[in-house]
């Protein structure tokens, strides 16, 4: 899914949107310099293959699971 600031897609299931140098998931906002910001939304948020080894979505899905079996 793309949405807001950048043309990436987007694979990570908590992604909301992004604008200049911030992604906004569910976790929060991940705000990081321009070529910090590429680099760390390609290996993650952008990718089918990592965005579950991200420490925000790995939280995430541990909190999700925690409700789910409540």
Known sequence: MSSGYSSK???CPFFKWDEKQKV?????VVS???K???DYT??????VENWQKCSLAVYLV?????????
């Not at 906004?24 to 929060?28: I, Q, S, V």
């Not at 541990?62 to 409540?70: A, G, I, L, P």
């Open 9 to 11: 897609t987007w694979a």
């Open 24 to 28: 906004h998931c569910e976790g929060g």
């Open 32 to 34: 990081l310099w321009p």
């Open 36 to 38: 910090t910001y590429d």
């Open 42 to 47: 390609n290996a993650y948020c952008a990718s």
């Open 62 to 70: 541990r909190q999700y699971d925690k409700e789910v079996r409540s």
